[in-house]
């Protein structure tokens, strides 16, 4: 070996960063090797939550929940099935038992998190649900603490100082004064960090910032431009290092207590979406571009068993010209009042304000009997004056090349907008009229949308009668396609209670461990509520690495 480590991480992102100060906490070596130019992974994209039942958040804020009230939603949402081994009973008890300690370790590492009250769990409806939600995030980071190290930190898609909660209240600048509210506090906080040097980061830049920053204080060995080619293994069959190259030089890394995979999927992968999950796009995809999928294929070499290839984390996604970011994401667009989504056909076919995962399942399968991606969002001009469209303020004036290059339609009525879109004009007409009752009623028939506390979140509070309904009625009309995009892959190697990767016969791979969207997912073929990627990718390297750390204390 070229370096020994008592701890090898591949990838920075999710708990990678939590398994490292684990092991220094224990006075042990840890390595994270990123093969990217930039440290934090897809979760410093993202909103940086994670899904952490029975917390001591939950509890200051007065909030009841429980393990067992958390083990009936799960239970009940995700079940036991053949085909989903990665969210065994088991696993989903450890990690109803595991994820309060790992919040309580961050927490106890000067982590700075708290809870978002009234982000209800997903499926709202089920026994043991929480109606208020059991999200946790970061505080916002000033990254100028980092000094250099600031500009090896991967950007949020947030590129304003936010609060995570205050995202929310932002998109409804022009029908609440929290919304107003937001916007004056952000533009303070921008205007004071320009005049005393601060760099305020928020969502996922905040966490993964934060962690980055903790990481560095204690020590932790960070490589970029670090990929991992090989894992090496012993006669005996015990994961003993990697093979890694790094900035262009290859190096055999050893480990002495375990090698911990935390390297994304393999959304960047077409090749791999085109086996495991067909009628996907890696250009719909919103992950950091490291997610390409090489180290699940390196644990199936050394006998992983792998699982849940075909889900993903849907996420609604639009790809308007000259996008910043190349893709827009609008979950939450899809939710607001005076709005709906039809298929190619021009009919309605789901509660809009559904779970971002759930959306997407549910569109990919229409899509097998009616074309359904792209669907259309249609909304009037109400609609435009009041909600963001593909990332844009609500109010604000639409980038011209929208509209000369097709992407958004506009006409003055349903009909001629139907025909813009090569929909059928009265089948277009007939969705809208119905909608329109349902809304007008407070009661949608069909699809219950609005039914769910949930869906009530997303929408807009100051409307009614209902948050998430109101009538498509004056015009100009428009519309837009999306797509089932994702945030990140569900499926890739199996482990067990301790995150130790399985073989196909159930007996534990020595020496490798795996974590977030490298695995197949504790969750199964659900999505619990807000955070439950990020969060399960924090708690398995927690768990991973302290029981590496316990069994090096045996001399295991």
């Not at 600048?173 to 509210?181: C, V």
């Not at 911990?260 to 250009?283: C, K, V, W």
């Not at 993903?312 to 190349?326: E, F, T």
């Not at 963001?388 to 009909?415: C, H, I, N, Q, Y």
Request: hydrophobic letters at 40%; a neutral charge; glycine letters at 12%.
């Amino acid at each position: 070996m070229d370096e020994v480590f008592d701890f090898v991480i591949v990838g920075s992102g999710g708990g990678s960063m939590c398994a490292a100060l684990v092991v220094r906490a224990a006075g042990l070596s840890a390595l994270i090797l990123e093969k990217t130019d930039l440290f934090g992974g897809t979760t410093a994209k993202s909103g940086g939550v994670m899904w952490i039942p029975n917390s001591n958040f939950a509890a200051g804020d007065g909030v009841a929940d429980s393990a067992e009230q958390a083990m009936l939603y799960l239970d009940t949402l995700v079940g036991d099935h053949n085909d989903t081994p990665g969210a065994s009973r088991a696993r989903r008890q450890a990690y109803v038992t595991e994820a309060p300690r790992m919040a309580d370790f961050l927490v106890d590492q000067g982590i700075k998190l708290r809870r978002h009250q009234g982000w209800p769990d997903y499926n709202s409806e089920l026994p043991g649900a929480a109606q208020s939600g059991r999200a946790i995030y970061a505080e916002l980071f000033d990254a100028s603490v980092l000094g250099a190290e600031r500009h090896n930190l991967r950007p949020n898609f947030v590129p304003v100082p936010l609060k995570t909660d205050e995202m929310w209240d932002l998109a409804l600048l022009k029908t609440t004064w929290r919304g107003k509210l937001a916007m004056a506090k952000v533009a303070l906080r921008m205007m004071t960090a320009k005049l005393t040097g601060k760099h305020w980061v928020g969502s996922g830049a905040a966490l993964q910032g934060r962690m980055f920053h903790k990481a560095l204080q204690e020590g932790v060995d960070m490589r970029r431009n670090a990929g991992v080619e090989q894992l090496l293994v012993g006669d005996d069959g015990r994961v003993t290092g990697v093979m890694a190259r790094i900035n262009g030089t290859p190096r055999r890394i050893g480990a002495r207590h375990g090698v911990l995979i935390n390297a994304g999927g393999f959304a960047h992968n077409q090749a791999m979406r085109d086996i495991y999950q067909p009628g996907t796009s890696a250009e719909w995809t919103a992950t950091c571009p490291g997610d390409t999928g090489e180290m699940i294929r390196e644990m199936i070499r050394v006998g992983a068993a792998i699982a849940q290839m075909d889900e993903m984390v849907g996420n609604q996604i639009a790809l308007p010209p000259n996008a910043p970011d190349r893709l827009a994401m609008v979950v939450s667009e899809l939710t607001k009042p005076h709005s709906i989504v039809v298929d190619q056909s021009g009919e309605r076919y789901l509660n809009e304000a559904q779970s971002y995962m759930s959306f997407c399942q549910t569109m990919l399968a229409r899509n097998q009997t009616v074309p359904a991606v792209p669907s259309w969002l249609v909304f009037d001009s109400q609609y435009l004056a009041k909600y963001m469209v593909a990332g844009t303020l609500p109010g604000s004036k639409k980038p011209p090349e929208w509209f000369t290059s097709g992407w958004m339609k506009r006409a003055d009525t349903v009909a001629a907008l139907a025909e813009q879109c090569g929909i059928d004009p009265a089948r277009l007409e007939a969705s809208v009229q119905r909608f329109n009752g349902f809304a007008r009623s407070g009661v949608d028939q069909d699809f219950r949308r609005g039914d769910r506390a949930y869906d009530r979140f997303l929408g807009d509070r100051a409307h009614a009668p209902s948050a998430s309904m109101g009538a498509i009625e004056r015009g100009p009309f428009y519309a837009y396609q999306f797509y089932p995009g994702d945030v990140g892959t569900y499926g890739g190697a199996v482990t067990d209670i301790h995150a130790r990767v399985l073989r196909e016969d159930g007996t534990v791979i020595p020496g490798l461990y795996a974590t977030g969207t490298s695995t197949a997912s504790v969750m199964g073929r659900a999505y619990p509520g807000a955070g439950s990627s990020v969060g399960p990718s924090f708690v398995w390297g927690y768990v991973a690495a302290q029981h590496a750390m316990t069994a090096a204390g045996e001399g295991k």
